[in-house]
């Protein structure tokens, strides 16, 4: 994914801008979930579904069981943005688990997967976290791979930004996200990075946009504004009339 500081370098220009966070960088994996390391690892469960099922993992897999135990023990339903957390304590190659419902399977469609993903998107900037991996849910033919994968990544990193520039105090500054891998199967990786790509600048956009909005009108006047657009439309080799 493009570099924030790329993407919006004309803001540096006009002054003071961009005020937020840099989004993480998002990556597609065929690796095997269970065996992922990471300071959150990020699973998603339907409404009423008996067994955790994530793809390409096995259902007698020790994770698989386990996290199926601290779900029950929680009183965790599925039910859409429902959340466990579990601290591992070493157990499993992966600091903390977190487990987010999708609500109804016969209603899923990739919004829930955007929602859930910006849910963990501010829980990893709560936790400081620096990684965090994430098993997508399978897909179907109304949820192919390329538009989970998409909302996925527009999930984290809208939900991973935070303004901070004018926080004092440094227990107010949040910690960056710096990447977020999304683990799907070997069939399905060439799809998952289009996605990924897809969703990453859509997000950026909007992080764009919000550090704009987020600025005092002395920062951002008319004048700098335009100098913002035109800095883009360079870089992306655009016609820009102002």
């Known amino acids: 994914m493009p570099e924030r500081a790329r993407v919006s370098g004309s803001a540096r220009v006009a002054g003071s801008v961009p005020a937020g966070t840099r989004p993480p960088r998002v990556t597609a994996s065929a690796a095997s979930f269970a065996s992922a390391k990471g300071d ?12 955790l099922a994530i793809p390409g993992v096995a259902a007698s897999n020790a994770l698989i069981r386990t996290l199926g135990l601290v779900s029950r023990g929680e009183s965790f339903k ?18 903390r688990y977190l487990i987010i419902g999708l609500g109804r399977k016969d209603d899923f469609t990739p919004d829930a997967v955007r ?12 936790l400081k976290a620096k ?29 991973a930004y935070k303004l901070s ?8 500054q ?28 859509r997000a950026e956009a909007v992080n764009l946009v919000r550090d704009l ?6 920062v951002v006047t008319p004048h700098r504004m335009a100098e913002v657009a035109r800095g883009i439309a360079k870089q992306r080799k655009l016609q820009i009339r102002v």
């Open 40 to 51: 959150i690892a990020v699973c998603f469960a339907f409404e009423q579904e008996k067994t």
């Open 213 to 218: 909005v987020n600025e005092p009108a002395m």
């Open 131 to 159: 990684k965090i991996v994430i098993a997508l849910p399978a897909a179907s033919d109304g949820c192919p791979i390329e538009s989970l994968a998409e909302a996925a990544t527009e999930g984290i990193a809208l939900g």
């Open 78 to 95: 599925g039910k859409r943005k429902e959340m466990v957390l579990w601290q591992s304590a070493g157990r499993f190659p992966a600091q």
């Open 115 to 126: 929602e859930g993903c910006g849910l963990a998107g501010r829980r990893a900037i709560l």
């Open 174 to 201: 949040p910690s960056n996200l710096g990447g977020a891998e999304l683990h799907v199967g070997h069939s399905a990786l060439a799809g998952a990075r289009r996605g990924a790509a897809r969703g990453a600048i």
């Open 165 to 172: 520039k004018y926080q004092t105090q440094d227990s107010a």
